[in-house]
Antibody, heavy 125, light 108 residues
Framework: QVQLVESGGGVVQPGGSLRIACEGSGFSFSSYGMNWVRQAPGKGLERVAFIQYDGSDENYGDSVKGRFTVSRDNSKNTLYLQMNSLRPDDTAVYYC??????????????????WGKGTTVIVSS | DIQMTQSPSSLSASVGDRVTITCRASRSIGNYLNWYQQKPGKAPKPLIYAASSLQSGVPSRFSGSGSGTEFSLTISGLQPEDFATYYCQQSSTTPMFTFGQGTKLEIK
């Protein structure tokens, strides 16, 4: 079945770095844009990064721009998020989510149809 | 950036009730509006896309409506498994999606 599995979360000191990963299975990973969405404890959802299906374009939320880098290895069906200069407010569950597009006439509606279970990142000294 | 505001932030209801959650956009987004459901400790799950289209496998008691800046999610005949937090998300400025702050639906 279609599945996303995140890994690599953990505890890191402020100012440190961490790379988390997300492996996809059950679908053509290289055909879909992918997202990282995070959720701080007790808070709402925040999309932090997006990468096109072929890695040709990336977008970042303002809160992580310049510190986080999204990448993918389609030969390994894996999405990555390199997080540098981590801050305590980066503490969150990080979900990867697959993009899907629904076409209606000339209109393209994007949403996230498959989500992983998340990996927890804690930034603390 | 487009801001998304949901109301109410929390809501108490009983099994069998009909409830409506509202989502407002800071500027017009056409019908580029999605809804997700999230249960405690779980990942979000898509319910509705393009404001009113039901995601495959989602029960028909869920419905969405609206366009422009005002949208709503209605659950007709609440079931025990529907008590969760609901998020709207605009996809007008794809890929720079933004979410609403969430509405927690609790059992009365």
């Amino acid at each position: 079945q279609v599945q996303l599995v995140e890994s690599g979360g953990g505890v890191v000191q402020p100012g440190g770095s961490l790379r988390i990963a997300c492996e996809g299975s059950g679908f053509s990973f290289s055909s879909y844009g992918m997202n990282w969405v995070r959720q701080a404890p007790g808070k709402g959802l925040e999309r932090v990064a997006f990468i096109q299906y072929d890695g040709s374009d990336e977008n970042y939320g303002d809160s992580v721009k310049g510190r986080f880098t999204v990448s993918r290895d389609n030969s390994k069906n894996t999405l990555y998020l390199q997080m540098n200069s981590l801050r305590p407010d980066d503490t969150a569950v990080y979900y990867c989510a697959k993009d899907v597009v629904a076409v209606s006439g000339d209109y393209y509606h994007y949403y996230m149809d498959v989500w992983g279970k998340g990996t927890t990142v804690i930034v603390s000294s | 950036d487009i801001q998304m505001t949901q109301s109410p932030s929390s809501l108490s209801a009983s099994v069998g009730d009909r409830v409506t959650i509202t989502c407002r956009a800071s500027r017009s987004i056409g019908n580029y509006l999605n809804w997700y459901q999230q249960k405690p400790g779980k990942a979000p799950k898509p319910l509705i896309y393009a404001a009113s289209s039901l995601q495959s496998g989602v029960p028909s008691r869920f419905s969405g409506s609206g366009s422009g800046t005002e949208f709503s999610l209605t659950i007709s005949g609440l079931q025990p498994e529907d008590f969760a937090t609901y998020y709207c998300q605009q996809s007008s400025t794809t890929p720079m999606f933004t979410f609403g702050q969430g509405t927690k639906l609790e059992i009365k």
